[in-house]
T-cell receptor, first 112, second 113 residues
Framework: DAGVIQSPRHEVTEMGQEVTLRCKPISGHDYLFWYRQTMMRGLELLIYFNNNVPIDDSGMPEDRFSAKMPNASFSTLKIQPSEPRDSAVYFC??????????FGPGTRLTVT | SQQGEEDPQALSIQEGENATMNCSYKTSINNLQWYRQNSGRGLVHLILIRSNEREKHSGRLRVTLDTSKKSSSLLITASRAADTASYFCATPSFQGGSEKLVFGKGTKLTVNP
């Protein structure tokens, strides 16, 4: 398996623009997680899905953030409108039955 | 929350030495996990230790868990330059009816050749 795939790897955008991050989990995994990592706050869980259903979105910062998982092999995290404070590395991870998580390479987002 | 706190925040050693990192957590857990993150990459799972285990080995890694002290340690023996990375402990947290992993801020390990 290719592991968790994320795209794009880097994104630079201007404040106010919409940003869409994409994730393909490992085939057969039933949990998918979105994290954000910054120097100041460390690794934060934003939202996670089980069998494509959002279970806990309490980590989503505000209404500007939304996430979807239309099927078992694809998820998106959207920020609209983006702000400079959203600059961070966003990770997607997947797991099988709440065991160890497998992380993607991350998307480095810079909002100017 | 049951956030694990790693100690020290940063550690610099010479190749061949052992590296010990500690993690403390706040409430009872059923397992604890350690992850490694190389610069610019995603986290990689290293080892999971259950609450009924006191010690676990994986290659040059040794993890201990002391539930009475709510602490865990990760020992890397005979360190190599390639072990340079940040190391995180993660503990499960039950909030709002769901369980999720909560990661600490990590220990940044530098192994000098």
């Amino acid at each position: 398996d290719a592991g968790v795939i994320q795209s794009p790897r880097h994104e630079v955008t201007e404040m106010g623009q919409e940003v869409t991050l994409r994730c393909k989990p490992i085939s057969g995994h039933d949990y998918l997680f979105w994290y954000r990592q910054t120097m100041m706050r460390g690794l934060e869980l934003l939202i996670y899905f089980n069998n494509n259903v959002p279970i806990d979105d309490s980590g989503m910062p505000e209404d500007r953030f939304s996430a979807k998982m239309p099927n078992a092999s694809f998820s998106t995290l959207k920020i609209q409108p983006s702000e400079p404070r959203d600059s961070a590395v966003y990770f997607c991870a997947s797991s099988l039955r709440e065991r160890e998580q497998y992380f993607g390479p991350g998307t480095r987002l810079t909002v100017t | 929350s049951q956030q694990g706190e790693e100690d020290p925040q940063a550690l610099s050693i010479q190749e061949g030495e052992n590296a010990t990192m500690n993690c403390s957590y706040k409430t009872s857990i059923n397992n604890l996990q350690w992850y490694r993150q190389n610069s610019g990459r995603g986290l990689v799972h290293l080892i999971l230790i259950r609450s009924n285990e006191r010690e676990k080995h994986s290659g040059r890694l040794r993890v201990t868990l002391d539930t009475s002290k709510k602490s865990s340690s990760l020992l890397i023996t005979a360190s190599r330059a390639a072990d340079t990375a940040s190391y995180f402990c993660a503990t499960p947290s039950f909030q709002g009816g769901s369980e999720k992993l909560v990661f600490g801020k990590g220990t940044k390990l530098t192994v000098n050749p």
